[in-house]
């Protein structure tokens, strides 16, 4: 049945389907992995980099995170081909929002205007949905930091804390649990308040869920890493196969992109492999 609905993107199944845009979802959960976390200092985004030949000549620049505007970037999941194009298109907006309003233009806005592009390649014909999803990262002064995720139908949401790609699902499922369920070492007090029996932790998850606390940037950093081995069937990401993303302000208020070197990262890698050391020796 769905062979006689799937040849088009206009054209809905019987049972209310557009089979290429499912099509176009499925590629990117064969992509690299992509995790996107929201701390209370920043945004930190997290990618898997796959190298499919020693021989390529090292990238100049970033093939996974793009800077789009000074207060946003993104992360791409998918066809990088298909992810320049809105990419351009992105930057175009902000550009010209800016120039006409002489401010930054607001990030779900910028998100929007992305989605919408992609949103009408699944309604006209001869034309095929974009094979990319996107980690949207931003920053404006009157609702923070924000995390959005877009997929290739033009939906778009905001997220604390997300996973796009391969064996996404198995990452999502570590953020549930550790994302914003164990605050950070020195708030001691609210770690011993958060402390529930098995029986009752869905209850307690519930009773705080208005108040989680959000990771800072170094804990954030590390949760990533760990997603990022969860999705990788457990087996540790090495530093030169991963690459982290951390936007945060600086003393000015100015935005601030940074992309961690492999030193870096290899540091926050040797953190989570001491913690997950000293949690089995306990």
């Given at each position: 049945m769905a062979r006689r609905y799937d040849a088009s993107t206009t054209t809905f199944s019987p049972e209310g389907r557009l089979h290429q845009v499912e099509y176009a979802i499925e590629a990117i959960n064969n992509a690299g992995t992509?995790?996107?976390?929201?701390?209370?200092?920043?945004?930190?985004?997290?990618?898997?980099?796959?190298?499919?030949?020693?021989?390529?000549?090292?990238?100049?620049?970033?093939?996974?995170?793009?800077?789009?505007?000074?207060?946003?970037?993104?992360?791409?999941?998918?066809?990088t081909a298909d992810a320049n194009i809105l990419i351009d298109q992105a930057r175009l907006r902000a550009g010209r929002y800016e120039y006409q309003y002489q401010e930054n233009i607001p990030v779900e806005q910028l998100?929007?205007?992305?989605?919408?592009?992609?949103?009408?390649?699944?309604?006209?014909?001869?034309?095929?949905?974009?094979?990319?999803?996107f980690l949207f990262a931003g920053y404006d002064p009157h609702h923070g930091f924000q995390l959005y995720q877009s997929d290739p139908s033009g939906n778009y949401s905001g997220w604390k804390a997300t996973v796009i790609g391969a064996n996404n699902q198995a990452g999502?499922?570590?953020?549930?649990t550790d994302y914003g369920a164990k605050p950070d070492e020195e708030d001691g007090d609210v770690a011993e308040e958060m402390k529930t029996d098995e029986g009752g932790e869905d209850e307690k998850k519930k009773d705080v869920e208005g108040e989680i606390r959000?990771?800072?940037?170094?804990?954030?950093?590390?949760?990533?890493?760990?997603?990022?081995?969860?999705?990788n069937d457990g087996t540790a990401v090495a530093a030169d196969k991963m690459e982290?993303?951390?936007?945060?302000?600086?003393?000015?208020?100015?935005?601030?992109?940074?992309?961690?070197?492999?030193?870096e990262a290899q540091n926050v890698i040797d953190e989570v492999e001491a913690e997950s050391a000293s949690a089995g020796d306990a």
């Amino acid at each position: 049945m769905a062979r006689r609905y799937d040849a088009s993107t206009t054209t809905f199944s019987p049972e209310g389907r557009l089979h290429q845009v499912e099509y176009a979802i499925e590629a990117i959960n064969n992509a690299g992995t992509c995790v996107g976390i929201l701390a209370s200092d920043g945004i930190i985004m997290a990618c898997e980099k796959r190298v499919t030949s020693g021989l390529l000549a090292p990238a100049k620049t970033s093939e996974k995170t793009y800077k789009l505007c000074q207060h946003a970037a993104c992360t791409v999941a998918g066809l990088t081909a298909d992810a320049n194009i809105l990419i351009d298109q992105a930057r175009l907006r902000a550009g010209r929002y800016e120039y006409q309003y002489q401010e930054n233009i607001p990030v779900e806005q910028l998100v929007e205007h992305v989605c919408n592009y992609k949103q009408a390649y699944t309604q006209y014909g001869g034309l095929r949905p974009f094979g990319v999803a996107f980690l949207f990262a931003g920053y404006d002064p009157h609702h923070g930091f924000q995390l959005y995720q877009s997929d290739p139908s033009g939906n778009y949401s905001g997220w604390k804390a997300t996973v796009i790609g391969a064996n996404n699902q198995a990452g999502k499922s570590l953020l549930k649990t550790d994302y914003g369920a164990k605050p950070d070492e020195e708030d001691g007090d609210v770690a011993e308040e958060m402390k529930t029996d098995e029986g009752g932790e869905d209850e307690k998850k519930k009773d705080v869920e208005g108040e989680i606390r959000l990771p800072n940037t170094p804990g954030a950093l590390r949760l990533a890493v760990k997603v990022l081995n969860k999705t990788n069937d457990g087996t540790a990401v090495a530093a030169d196969k991963m690459e982290l993303f951390v936007l945060s302000l600086d003393e000015k208020g100015e935005c601030v992109h940074k992309i961690l070197g492999k030193e870096e990262a290899q540091n926050v890698i040797d953190e989570v492999e001491a913690e997950s050391a000293s949690a089995g020796d306990a």
